[in-house]
Structures are given as structure tokens and as C-alpha cells.
């Protein structure tokens, strides 16, 4: 696990906090603890990649609300919740509102490492592909704009010939054009050219 990653623990419980920031350092895990949602919110200035553990029944500001507030300010953070046995419900309302997994108390220390050992391989594939859709943007950015007219006539699944007569140039023209956005975009084939397109155009 990557030396930068910290478990956040986040729990009004402080006999919780302690366990799970004892089992996690243990097993050499940096941890973080807050005594409340809001207390964590307070601190995502200098938040640290990684994950968070969070109680799903707190007193002033349940887990899922916290979960809420998170997705509103677009923070992509695997989160794990941790619920009474009573509170399955709302465990199940936390994953839909984009909680990783959710475990019952009281949990079993290989339930929790084992989750950990999730939300780390998730945090990794949703870093990855910010950084492909940070270069997506990049490229996209480089295009002229003939090029990008050219790009959106080929994503309309138009014919060169037909964006040939739409732009008033030359079919010719059109497939220097699409060899020079194949360059640009570093896309193999216009199947992939179409679909790196569109899914920077979605994430816009």
C-alpha cells in the first residue's frame, strides 16, 4: 500500500476511533481520526489521498449526509461505512449514495483490512483515470478548430465526403485532417479516436 495513502476514521465513538486507528497502524496503514463529519469537513483543505471510515449514526451529521456532502463537492473518495446491526437499511441507502462497502458492527479486524485493501485499489484505478482524462482534455485542447469541426463531423459518424461538403473543403483535405487529430488524440483507429471523444465529452 502506498506510503501516501491514510485511512480517515470518522466515528463520535471514541473507543471506535481508537480500535480501528490501532488495527490499521498495526498493519502499517497511516490513519487519520475525527470525532465528527464535520470535523473532517473542516480539514479537506489539506485532505490526504486515501480513504475514509465512517460511522453510518452519528449525532451531527450522519454518514450518508457526510457522503452527500463529498459527492456535492466532487471529492472522489472510496468510503466505507460502518453500521449497527439495526442500521442495514441505512447501510444500503450509503451505497447508493456511493459508499464502497459497508460493514457490520461488531466487525471482524480482516473484514476492515480487506475493505481498506479495496477502497486503496479503487482510490488507485479512480486516480488513474483522472490523470487519462486530464491528458484527454489536453489534447482536445490542442486541436484547431478546423480540426475539432473535422473531430465533430467524424463523431456525427458523418462520411469524409460529407464533412468535406459541410466545411467546404476538399475530401482530401478531410483525411489530413483526421490523420492529423489520429496524431494528436493518440488514438490507433477511429472507432478509438470516437470513443476517447465521447468520453471526455460525458465527463465534461
Do not use: W
Not at 10 to 35: C, H, K, M, N
Not at 63 to 70: P, T, V
Not at 129 to 136: A, G
Not at 167 to 186: D, H
Amino acid at each position: 500500500m502506498p506510503a501516501s495513502f491514510v485511512v480517515h476514521i470518522v466515528d463520535d465513538d471514541e473507543a471506535v476511533r481508537q480500535s480501528l486507528a490501532f488495527l490499521l497502524s498495526t498493519a502499517g496503514i497511516p490513519v487519520r481520526v475525527y470525532e465528527s463529519a464535520t470535523s473532517f469537513l473542516a480539514g479537506l483543505a489539506s485532505l490526504q489521498a486515501g480513504c475514509l471510515i465512517t460511522d453510518v449514526r452519528m449525532p451531527d451529521m450522519t454518514g450518508i449526509e457526510l457522503l452527500q456532502r463529498l459527492r456535492a463537492k466532487n471529492i472522489k473518495l472510496p468510503v466505507i461505512v460502518i453500521t449497527g446491526h439495526g442500521d442495514i437499511p441505512l447501510a444500503v441507502e450509503a451505497m447508493r449514495s456511493g459508499a464502497l462497502d459497508f460493514i457490520e458492527k461488531p466487525f471482524a479486524e480482516e473484514a476492515i483490512l480487506r475493505a481498506v485493501r479495496a477502497a486503496e485499489e479503487r482510490g488507485t484505478k479512480l486516480g488513474r483515470r483522472s490523470e487519462e482524462e486530464t491528458l484527454v482534455a489536453a489534447r482536445l485542447a490542442s486541436l484547431s478548430e478546423r480540426e475539432r469541426q473535422v473531430l465533430d463531423g467524424l463523431v456525427a459518424g458523418n462520411a469524409n465526403k460529407t464533412i468535406a461538403h459541410a466545411l467546404g473543403i476538399s475530401p482530401r483535405t478531410v483525411e489530413v485532417y483526421r490523420a492529423n487529430l489520429m496524431t494528436k488524440m493518440q488514438a490507433k483507429s477511429l472507432s478509438e479516436l470516437i470513443r476517447i471523444t465521447l468520453a471526455a465529452r460525458t465527463v465534461d
